[in-house]
C-alpha cells in the first residue's frame, strides 16, 4: 500500500512538473479549452435562462374553444373530460357566457361604441373553454382534437390556435429549437477541437521526451506510470481551464449588470441569468471542473495508447 502511494505521489508530481515545463505548449490547449468550456457553461446558462422566457411566454398563452349556445350540460362536460385527458392539456378552465360577458365589460369599459353594441342585444358571447397547453411545440394535438366531426359541430367557430395567432405560437416554438441545437452543435464541436489539440499537444510532449521514456522503459517501469504523468498534466489543464471560464462568465454578468444599471435598460434574461448563475454558482462550478477534467484525462488516455508504446519501441 505504501508502495502504491509512493507511485502515486511521483506521478501526480511529475505531472505538475511536466505542466510547469510545458507551459507554453499547452497555452494552446488551454485556450481552446477555455473556449469550449466557456460556451459550455454559457450555453447552459442561456437556455435555462431561454427556457424560463419560453415558459413565461407559455403561461401566457392558451387554447380557446368557442361552445354554441346549443350544447347541453352533458355534451359540456364529457368534452371538459376528454380535454381534461390529453397528453398536452395541463389546465382546463370552462368560462360561462356570462363569465365572458362580464370580462368583456371591464375590459372595454373606456370604449363606449363597444360597450354599446353589446348593451343593444342578448348576450352574443359565447361560453369559452380555455385550455393551457403543457408544450408549445404539440400544439397541433390540440387542435386536430377539436377539428374533429363530432367535436367541431359543439364550436361556433375556430379554436384560436389559427390565423396569426398560430404563426406567431410557431415561431416561437421554431426559435427555441432552432437556438438549442445550436448551443448543442457548439459545445460539441469544439469539444472535438479541445480533444484534438490536447491530443496533438500530449503527442508532441511524448516526442520530446522520447529519449526519457525509453530509458524509462529499459529500467522496467510500467505503462501506467509512464502514462500517468501525461494524464495529470492534461488533468491539470482542464481545471485550470475550468476556473477560468467560470471567471470570465462572472465577470461578464459583473459588467452586464454595471451596463444595464448605467443605461436603466433592465433586461430580464441577462437579471435572470446573472441571478442562475450566483444561485448555481458551485453546482456550476463543479460540473465546469467535470467537463475539463474529463475531456483533459480522456484526450490524454487516448494519445497515449496511440503513441505512447510506439515511441518508446521505435
Known amino acids: 500500500m505504501k508502495r502504491k502511494f509512493v507511485t502515486f505521489s511521483r506521478i501526480i508530481s511529475t505531472g505538475v512538473v511536466n505542466f510547469v515545463r510545458n507551459a507554453w505548449l499547452a497555452v494552446a490547449a488551454m485556450a481552446v479549452m477555455v473556449v469550449t468550456l466557456t460556451i459550455v457553461l454559457f450555453s447552459l446558462i442561456a437556455n435555462a435562462?431561454?427556457?424560463n422566457t419560453i415558459q413565461q411566454i407559455t403561461d401566457k398563452i392558451d387554447i380557446s374553444a368557442f361552445l354554441k349556445d346549443e350544447v347541453t350540460p352533458e355534451q359540456r362536460s364529457k368534452l371538459l373530460a376528454d380535454v381534461r385527458a390529453l397528453p398536452n392539456v395541463e389546465r382546463v378552465t370552462y368560462v360561462s357566457k356570462e363569465e365572458v360577458l362580464q370580462r368583456y365589460l371591464k375590459d372595454n369599459a373606456t370604449n363606449p361604441e363597444l360597450m354599446s353594441a353589446v348593451s343593444q342585444t342578448d348576450n352574443p358571447l359565447p361560453a369559452t373553454v380555455q385550455i393551457k397547453p403543457r408544450d408549445l411545440n404539440r400544439l397541433e394535438e390540440i387542435r386536430t382534437y377539436f377539428s374533429k366531426p363530432d367535436i367541431?359541430?359543439?364550436?361556433?367557430?375556430?379554436?384560436?390556435?389559427?390565423?396569426?395567432?398560430k404563426e406567431a405560437i410557431d415561431k416561437i416554438s421554431h426559435a427555441t429549437n432552432i437556438l438549442q441545437r445550436a448551443g448543442v452543435i457548439?459545445?460539441?464541436?469544439?469539444?472535438i477541437i479541445s480533444v484534438l489539440i490536447i491530443f496533438n499537444t500530449i503527442q508532441m510532449a511524448i516526442f520530446n521526451r522520447r529519449d526519457e521514456l525509453t530509458i524509462m522503459r529499459l529500467l522496467g517501469a510500467s505503462t501506467g506510470y509512464i502514462r500517468g504523468?501525461?494524464?495529470v498534466e492534461s488533468i491539470i489543464y482542464g481545471i485550470l481551464s475550468a476556473l477560468i471560464s467560470v471567471f470570465l462568465i462572472r465577470s461578464l454578468f459583473v459588467?452586464?449588470?454595471s451596463t444595464l444599471e448605467a443605461s436603466s435598460l433592465g433586461l430580464l434574461d441577462i437579471q435572470y441569468s446573472a441571478e442562475y448563475f450566483k444561485a448555481h454558482f458551485w453546482s456550476l462550478l463543479?460540473?465546469?471542473?467535470?467537463?475539463?477534467i474529463l475531456i483533459g484525462a480522456v484526450s490524454s488516455v487516448v494519445a497515449t495508447r496511440r503513441y505512447l508504446k510506439f515511441k518508446t519501441h521505435k
Open 255 to 257: 459588467a452586464a449588470h
Open 152 to 165: 367541431a359541430a359543439l364550436l361556433s367557430d375556430e379554436v384560436s390556435y389559427s390565423g396569426d395567432r
Open 49 to 51: 435562462t431561454f427556457a
Open 229 to 231: 504523468p501525461f494524464v
Open 186 to 191: 457548439a459545445v460539441l464541436v469544439f469539444a
Open 286 to 292: 463543479l460540473m465546469q471542473l467535470g467537463v475539463g
